[in-house]
């Protein structure tokens, strides 16, 4: 009789295993929703910061704002985010994306100002007596704003500026026109001997050896 009302430990051993599968079976589940859920977030939360990237391009609008915007109802958690994705925080970004802006726009006036000093050298380049006073009535600038405005451009002062323009163009002539002290004179140099030393100084070799090299040049290609 007491051997008839013993439990069967086998069989309460194979049910806690079975158990023990269902659990665990249940917890693998568990993970592969959560895992799933964290994946929906995080593509979310992406979506969310690419847009916080644009919003945060206008400086009206507060981070906090902006997270509130964006769907983030702490904007703390946001910014923990969006460095987590981005690799900076949201004012970084700003500030960052605020600089190149500034640099961009700084590089267009800087080509804006050089295109026009250009031109204006082009429509004078044949007057010997352009001098940097006058250069700056042309640009309707004071001496000193043009004078710092070509120095962080290209480097040069007005005069040398003027000079250099003059000697680059005549280093053009001289592909059409034979004759140098024409080139000289067609450039703004009233002194030939000068305008020769001018350009050894730009180009390490003399106008006439300039033009050798040219006819070499050509007769190189011709026979080639």
């Keep these: 009789m007491l051997?008839?009302?013993?439990?069967?430990?086998?069989?309460?051993?194979?049910?806690?295993?079975?158990?023990?599968?269902?659990?665990r079976r249940e917890v693998r589940n568990d993970r592969t929703i959560y895992s799933k859920q964290n994946e929906m977030t995080d593509l979310t939360n992406l979506s969310r910061i690419e847009i916080a990237q644009e919003l945060l391009l206008n400086n009206n609008l507060n981070i906090s704002e902006i997270a509130y915007r964006i769907g983030f109802n702490d904007p703390r958690y946001f910014s923990r985010c969006f460095k987590?994705?981005?690799?900076?925080?949201?004012?970084?970004?700003?500030?960052?994306?605020?600089?190149?802006?500034v640099?961009?726009?700084?590089?267009?006036m800087d080509k804006l100002f050089l295109e026009k000093a250009l031109l204006k050298l082009e429509t004078k380049i044949?007057?010997?007596?352009?001098?940097?006073?006058?250069?700056?009535?042309?640009?309707?600038?004071?001496?000193?704003?043009l004078y710092r405005k070509i120095k962080s451009v290209v480097g040069l002062s007005p005069c040398e500026f003027i000079r250099t323009f003059r000697i680059k163009r005549s280093a053009q002539l001289l592909t059409k026109h034979s004759n140098i002290s024409d080139v000289a004179f067609a450039v703004g140099f009233n002194d030939s001997k000068y305008f020769?030393?001018?350009?050894?100084?730009?180009?390490?070799?003399?106008?006439?050896?300039?033009?050798e090299l040219l006819t070499a040049e050509e007769y190189v290609s011709m026979v080639s």
């Design 126 to 145: 044949a007057d010997a007596d352009l001098s940097f006073e006058q250069f700056a009535i042309e640009m309707n600038v004071s001496k000193a704003s």
């Design 84 to 101: 987590k994705v981005v690799g900076v925080s949201p004012k970084e970004y700003r500030i960052s994306s605020c600089e190149k802006s």
């Design 196 to 211: 020769r030393r001018c350009f050894k100084s730009e180009f390490g070799i003399t106008p006439s050896q300039y033009q």
């Design 3 to 23: 051997l008839s009302n013993t439990y069967n430990f086998t069989e309460i051993a194979r049910a806690e295993i079975l158990d023990s599968k269902f659990v």
């Design 103 to 108: 640099d961009i726009d700084s590089q267009s």
